[in-house]
Structures are given as C-alpha cells and as structure tokens.
C-alpha cells in the first residue's frame, strides 16, 4: 500500500533565513484582522451582576465612619445609581451614565472631597467584599478587581 502524496500548502517566505509560514496563517496587507465579539459586561452575568456589587458594596459603605460622611445625600441611592451607571457603561453595558452625566470625569468629581489613603483603604476593603460576593470565575474577578483597585488608588487626593 502507498502512502498518500501530501498536499503541498502554499507559503510565503516573511523575513529572510527563517521559516515560510503558511499562507492561510498570513495576514495580507490591507486584510487586517478581528477581534471576536466579548462584552465583559454580558461575560459576568450584566445587570444582576453589577447591582449585587452595588448593594454589598454600599451595604458596607453606609456603616463606615470614614466614607460614609462623603455622601451628603441623606439616602445612599442617588450615589449607588450613579456608580451602578458608571460600572455598567465601563464594563460594555449601557451607555446611560454618558447620556445623564456626561464624561466621568472621575478625579475632578472627587475633588471636592478629602480622599485619603485611609478613605481609599476603607472603599476597597467594601468593594473587595462586593468582588468576593460576586463569586466570579477568576478571570473575571482578577480583571474588574485590577480596574477597581487601580480606581481607587488615582483618586487618592489628600495626606491622611
């Protein structure tokens, strides 16, 4: 029995003195290439997801001396609102945060309050709780923890 001549595949030398590489595995000039459709919004659950961080995390912030003086309103709602908006939008969600409020503009609204490197250890101590409820695959929690820390740590404007 014979064995079967094998297909020769076309291929296309790239850079002298090393290997062709197939031609189906080369990107033409002009082809260009694309990503495949991920929403890390819709990736860790969408909405129910982004609520339940919210609510744990504002559960949290409503019995902390140190942040809870930074919400002048009298009901934490309008604040988790607009947090829940922000991390909706940022995450690939709906674009309402932008239509309401326009750009985030995130260090300039935390202006006017003195965010201390104890204001910022007290944020993320609740929204570390909130990841942690969450019980997101790894991936997941490793990608919105990194965000959330790298957040909190800009908005750092004042000495302890």
Do not use: C
């Not at 595949?9 to 850079?15: G, S, Y």
């Not at 000039?29 to 129910?48: C, I, L, R, S």
């Not at 674009?95 to 300039?108: S, V």
């Amino acid at each position: 029995m014979t064995e079967p001549e094998p297909m020769l595949q076309e291929t296309i030398p790239l850079t002298p003195g090393r290997p062709s590489l197939p031609a189906d595995r080369v990107i033409q000039v002009g082809q260009g290439f694309t990503q495949p459709d991920y929403n890390f919004y819709e990736a860790v659950g969408g909405h129910p997801t982004f609520v339940k961080l919210i609510d744990v995390f504002y559960d949290g912030v409503a019995q902390d001396e140190i942040l809870r003086p930074m919400y002048p309103e009298e009901d934490l709602g309008p604040a988790k609102e607009r947090l829940l908006l922000f991390l909706e939008q940022y995450w690939g969600g709906p674009k309402t945060y932008g239509e309401q409020r326009g750009h985030p503009r995130l260090r300039m609204r935390h202006i006017p309050f003195q965010v201390t490197p104890k204001a910022r250890d007290a944020w993320l101590r609740h929204m570390r709780a909130a990841v942690d409820s969450l019980d997101l695959a790894p991936l997941h929690e490793a990608t919105l923890w990194d965000y959330l820390d790298r957040a909190a740590q800009s908005m750092v404007n004042a000495a302890d």
